[in-house]
């Protein structure tokens, strides 16, 4: 007699029970007998019908849909009905680890996630994800780990790098946060949360920095003249300036303080006070191009065009592309009647900075002294129409359509 695993499945499922004969001997119908138990326990061996991959899709849908309402236990629900079905369907099991993981469900996810990646250790974002959780319970180098992992696969979360900072950062590796977050901003230049978190680095480390110095002599020159470019940057001129003169008089001959008053006077309207300054400033360094540049722009204030011609051709010959070097010599060659030196002047200034508003009007002001009605006519409507991006600008609005 054939055995089990040689009947077809075809004999198998139409053998008829009235076939057996009632006076068989005991031999052939325990044989047949061993041949029936075959048959059942391959009925009840077939496996269970695994949901069409288009059931799966749309359960999962389900899933999502109920996640985006807020409805995080129907959405888990479904995954876990998904996971029933298909036990091994990992695109279900990643799903429902995000949705634990959104709960603050850590743990749970961390569970999910190891055992996609039991299955799949590149499984995509999966190791991304995990060191979100670990990140969640603070365990960074475990976080760190991960995140590592996923930065080795083919397509790794676009956050990763991101994120791998911070747990950097929670671990106390300062340095390689840095590291990551200038390679982030190199891969976006316009990703605000990296350039957020570096400036905070660096400011703390200001901070402490300053603590420090402040520990160590709280009359030092270094502490004077770090406090003095603290206040500068805040605008808090007055401030800065009576730091800056402490440090000088701490270190006397200590170069770019003098310059340093002189810019905190300028953006003050001390015209006075500032050139005096600078002055002092450009003994110190007399071809510097930025001292020149504001020596120069006082003169021209004053009506001193002369001496401003000499100060401004210093400045040109160290940045000869700064446009307000250009505008501040058309003022001069416009205060010395030389409309044509002018116009020359103030189109320089509009090369080396098209996105400059003022250049065009007094441009504007020149051709209309050439009497080229036209062409001021066009430099005004520029002037205009840059003058009001500036502003949206300003004002954080984005160009109008």
């Not at 325990?30 to 991959?53: D, E, G, K, N």
């Not at 479904?78 to 695109?91: D, K, T």
Request: glycine residues 6%.
């Amino acid at each position: 007699m054939l055995g089990c695993s040689e009947l077809s499945s075809e004999s198998k499922m139409h053998l008829p029970m009235r076939w057996l004969p009632r006076n068989l001997p005991l031999g052939a119908s325990t044989r047949l007998w061993a041949v029936l138990l075959c048959l059942i326990s391959s009925v009840l061996l077939v496996a269970p019908a695994v949901p069409a991959q288009s059931d799966v899709g749309t359960f999962l849908e389900q899933a999502r849909a109920a996640e985006k309402t807020g409805n995080y236990g129907a959405a888990e629900r479904v995954y876990l009905q998904v996971l029933a079905l298909a036990p091994g369907n990992l695109e279900a099991l990643k799903r429902l680890g995000v949705l634990q993981q959104t709960e603050l469900k850590f743990a749970e996810s961390i569970k999910s996630f190891k055992q996609v990646l039991a299955n799949d250790a590149q499984y995509p974002e999966v190791n991304f994800f995990l060191g979100v959780s670990y990140f969640g319970e603070n365990g960074f180098d475990q976080s760190i780990q991960s995140f590592e992992l996923e930065l080795g696969t083919p397509n790794p979360h676009r956050r990763c790098r991101y994120y791998l900072a911070l747990a950097l950062q929670g671990a106390g590796r300062i340095d390689e946060t840095i590291s990551q977050l200038n390679r982030t901003v190199a891969e976006n230049p316009k990703d605000a949360d990296a350039l957020y978190q570096l400036a905070r680095i660096y400011k703390n480390a200001s901070l402490q920095a300053i603590e420090r110095l402040k520990a160590l002599d709280q009359d030092s020159f270094q502490l004077h003249a770090l406090m003095g470019e603290v206040y500068a940057d805040d605008e808090r001129y007055a401030e800065a300036i009576k730091e800056y003169q402490a440090a000088l008089s701490k270190r006397p001959d200590a170069t770019g303080i003098h310059y340093a008053i002189g810019v905190a006077y300028w953006v003050q309207h001390q015209l006075d006070a500032a050139k005096k300054e600078f002055i002092d400033a450009l003994k110190e360094n007399p071809t510097d191009a930025l001292t020149n540049l504001y020596l120069g722009d006082i003169a021209v204030h004053e009506e001193r065009f002369a001496e401003a011609h000499g100060y401004l051709s210093m400045a040109e010959r160290g940045q000869s592309s700064m446009p307000q070097v250009h505008v501040l010599l058309g003022k001069c060659y416009r205060g010395e009647n030389n409309p044509e030196k002018a116009k020359f002047e103030f189109l320089a200034a509009i090369q080396a900075d098209p996105t400059a508003a003022q250049p065009h009007y007094l441009l504007a002001q020149v051709y209309r002294e050439l009497r080229d009605q036209q062409a001021s006519l066009k430099e005004f409507a520029e002037f205009e129409r840059l003058s009001k991006l500036e502003k949206d600008k300003s004002l954080g609005h984005g160009p109008q359509n």
